[in-house]
């Protein structure tokens, strides 16, 4: 017998939890994109009174950051929309192509930055009204130090890892922002060659920021969860005295709500309506256990023929 999250009552607190975490992470990628925006046409400002390529080449990087707002917000949009026959799902997975499209965008930031660096290397510049591309280095780095703390933190409380890895990448571009501040103490002081190093040690760090993001984004696409979930969920099952084991446990993430499925081994004595309330005490636990939880099918079966592979016929 089964038991599903689809027709108890005692669900729809869970179901609307979802659509809240939708909104406030949209509301999370407008907010911190605007200000990144606004910064951006102040460094653009900055740049055409002083000349300098460093501070170019970070406003280009915070505009493109700022433009990632798009494909989150879709994502996030995406992702309230209500399942069809088709996609019975839902469309929570559009966020996982969220993030795989801020990874281009922080694989051509690297990658630009890296080739104006090497110009750079070979032909020098000076750059003028030193004092001013400083001001506007602080201000670039504080706005996306600020985004990325803003954006991480929302993304841990919603279990978004598109949000958590676009954060990843405002805190990089704030440290791009303080690579353009040194460029030009190296020109105040005479060594011009200073900025263009600063901007390839920044491409690389750029690039690891990638694969390490990569690694979370490109595991949920695979319906890849941390093992922890797992055990927390075959330990909130067996939190429930009737459940006598836990045989087969899936978890996956679609956007940043988790779906599972498990199979519980009760008495075979009991009654299938005692297997159904059972199960209802299960889905409470899960619930308790791990608040974003969206779906749960639990599969009841008798001691000693537990799993899905009793489920099939044999010829």
Avoid: C
């Avoid at 505009?63 to 707002?69: R, V």
């Avoid at 110009?119 to 706005?143: D, E, K």
């Amino acid at each position: 017998m089964k038991d599903t999250d689809h027709n108890h009552g005692h669900t729809h607190g869970t179901i609307d939890a979802s659509l809240f975490t939708s909104q406030k992470g949209l509301q999370a990628v407008m907010s911190s994109s605007l200000v990144l925006f606004l910064g951006s046409l102040f460094q653009l400002i900055v740049v055409l009174l002083s000349g300098s390529v460093s501070l170019l080449s970070d406003t280009i990087h915070n505009f493109g950051d700022a433009a990632t707002a798009i494909p989150l917000s879709i994502a996030f949009l995406m992702g309230r929309k209500k399942p069809t026959k088709r996609f019975t799902y839902g469309y929570g997975k559009v966020e996982d192509l969220a993030g795989v499209s801020i990874l281009f965008f922080m694989l051509a930031s690297a990658f630009y930055a890296a080739y104006v660096s090497i110009q750079r290397l070979f032909h020098p510049y000076t750059v003028t009204h030193l004092w001013i591309v400083g001001v506007a280095s602080i201000m670039g780095f504080a706005i996306n130090e600020g985004a990325a703390v803003f954006r991480i933190k929302v993304g841990k409380q919603i279990h978004s890892e598109a949000l958590i890895t676009d954060g990843k990448h405002a805190r990089t571009d704030g440290f791009t922002s303080l690579a353009v501040l040194i460029g030009a103490l190296g020109s105040y002081f005479g060594f011009p060659i200073v900025d263009p190093i600063v901007g390839l040690f920044i491409s690389a760090l750029i690039l690891h920021t990638v694969w390490e993001s990569g690694k979370e984004v490109f595991t949920r696409m695979l319906d890849g969860v941390d093992p922890s979930i797992v055990e927390q969920v075959k330990d909130a099952a067996r939190a429930v005295h009737e459940v006598k084991s836990v045989t087969e446990t899936r978890v996956r993430w679609l956007g940043h709500t988790l779906h599972a499925e498990i199979n519980i081994a009760i008495d075979p004595k009991l009654s299938i309506e005692e297997g159904h309330n059972i199960a209802q005490k299960v889905h409470h636990e899960l619930e308790d256990h791990l608040p974003h939880l969206s779906h749960i099918v639990i599969h009841v079966d008798p001691i000693g023929a537990s799993g899905e592979k009793h489920h099939h016929e044999h010829s």
